[in-house]
């Protein structure tokens, strides 16, 4: 299952949880309010995946770190 990141409307909380991916989408509980009025946020390292091109471009003998 993969790991999610929510945020609470309620009191701006920042979590992570394990969720099916049929229930992603679904209002998760708040760990520190227990409010359900939260929202999915897009992840950080999907985010910069995906404004670098292919995970693949940064790898390789290529590599500014070598």
Known sequence: MPIYEYQCNACQEEFEKI?????????????????????KRLSKVAAQLNSGGSPASNCGSGSRFS
């Open 19 to 39: 969720v099916r991916l049929s229930e992603a989408d679904a209002k998760q509980e708040c760990p520190k309010c227990h409010s359900k009025r939260t929202r």
